[in-house]
């Protein structure tokens, strides 16, 4: 079955090429070339779905979508979808990571609890499924490690010994973040797909 993954972000499309079109037997992901969805929801969920409908209604094909974003507690879940923006210039990693770091420089330990979200939209024909990963840890005081992408080198993964996500190797990354374990929902549903 071919998908259209409807992302204009290289680092997800890696990600959704080495994890999920390897694991699902006859799923070939393509690049989605065409209008840009206007992402105006206030929910990850509504947000992916926007992205995937469009890609979807362009291409005729099946459509994946993932929104995702770092959510701090003490900041009441922003950046959230407002993530990929928060610095104001859209995908400025390095000015929306330390933008953040400054907001919360007078925050203390405890309280800089933070989750990375990511939900996956697949539309297909009149077909619509949602589902979430969260990834939980907490912010970290100064950035670290040279993996991975976004928000990870601020990224405190819980359980994995202090080490930033950008610290992680990437194959561990891909197995407990909050796109894998999106994935691990998503999977069933393309493999069902697929032998349809
Ligand atoms: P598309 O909408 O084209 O898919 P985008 O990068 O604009 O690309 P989002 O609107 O979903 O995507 O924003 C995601 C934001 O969250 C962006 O700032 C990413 O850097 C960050 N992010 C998402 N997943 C991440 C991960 O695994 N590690 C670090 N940061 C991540």
């Known amino acids: 079955m071919r998908v259209v993954l409807a992302t204009h972000n290289s680092h997800k499309a890696d990600e959704f090429q080495r994890i999920l079109a390897a694991s699902v037997p006859g799923l070939e992901i393509v690049a989605y070339e065409g209008p840009e969805p206007v992402e105006d929801g206030v929910t990850f969920a509504a947000n992916a779905l926007i992205k995937a409908r469009v890609a979807a209604a362009h291409t005729g094909l099946p459509a994946l979508a993932d929104d995702s974003g770092i959510c701090v507690d003490v900041l009441g879940g922003a950046p959230g979808v407002f993530s990929a923006r928060w610095s104001g210039r ?30 996956i939209a697949f539309v297909s024909g009149s077909t619509e499924t949602t589902v979430e990963g969260v990834w939980p840890g907490e912010l970290a005081r100064v950035a670290r490690g040279d993996n991975g992408f976004g928000y990870d080198p601020i990224f405190l993964p819980a359980g994995e010994g202090g080490a930033s996500a950008a610290e992680l190797d990437p194959q561990r990354k891909n197995t407990v973040s909050h796109r894998a374990r999106a994935f691990a929902l998503i999977e069933p549903v393309l493999r069902a797909s697929c032998t349809d």
């Not at 933008?99 to 990511?118: I, M, T």
């Open 90 to 119: 859209h995908g400025d990693d390095a000015a929306n990571l330390h933008l953040l770091l400054d907001q919360l420089v007078d925050v203390p330990d405890e309280h800089r609890a933070a989750h990375f979200s990511c939900t």
